[in-house]
DNA sequence: TTTATTGTTCGTATTTTTGCGAATAAGATT
DNA sequence: AATCTTATTCGCAAAAATACGAACAATAAA
């Protein structure tokens, strides 16, 4: 791995996008697949809906997730593929991380 | 998975920790315990000394890393122990967003 | 003891993130 | 057409992250 620059921004970027403890809990709810509207995920997380609706835009614009309208609601769901690469990425560069294995201290 | 907020905490803070791309590239260096001194990371980043300390209190702070006075400098590597476990964290937590398996839209 | 070397901390400025209510949009319902 | 439901965007405020130079330790070397 000579430097993988771009890598980087990439990963910094899926990191940032799972930082917040109200994205991982949208996640967890889409994957449970039990709410998968806004509003109502609105009544489960502790958040205003315009918040709410802010970090289902920052999960989007990673690609993390996929919006549909389902008028007059807006049915969200996991981009599995899109989440697969980040599992990957994240697998590669921990798993880089930890290869060499020696405590220097 | 009933709702793990801890667990969301405790990750969006690992996630945090792994969201920039200099700190990224920190992890990188002392992965290849090529560099392992302040000053030698200071020549290859990008960024002004002071910067440099910030961001290393980041991962410090967050447990992913170590520092050690040799003096007059300042070893450091990697807690791979933390390492491991934040690898095991986001797999799991991946690994659940996938499960379901099913797209919705 | 003076002087270098190495890093950190402090003070500050800038940018980004987070959060919310109000206003708005878009479509269904009456 | 008027209204209701649902969700987003806007405007703003507060908080956190980022970046840097200057000032400050702490130790080694002269």
């Known amino acids: ?7 980087n921004q990439a990963l910094a970027t899926y990191a940032q996008a799972l930082s917040h ?22 009544a489960v997380l502790p958040v205003a809906p315009s918040t709410l609706s ?4 920052v999960l989007k614009d990673a690609g993390l997730i ?3 309208i389902d ?3 807006v ?10 690469e ?7 560069f921990l798993e880089y991380a930890l290869q060499g294995g020696v405590e220097n201290c």
């Open 86 to 92: 980040i599992k990957e990425l994240f697998d590669i």
């Open 21 to 42: 403890p109200v994205r991982l809990a949208i996640i967890r709810r889409l994957a449970e697949q039990s709410v998968c509207f806004h509003g109502n995920m609105a």
């Open 1 to 7: 791995m000579p430097e993988a620059l771009d890598e």
């Open 75 to 84: 049915r969200y769901c996991l981009n599995t593929a899109k989440i697969k």
């Open 71 to 73: 008028p007059p609601r």
């Open 66 to 68: 996929k919006g549909e």
């Open 54 to 57: 802010q970090h289902l835009k």
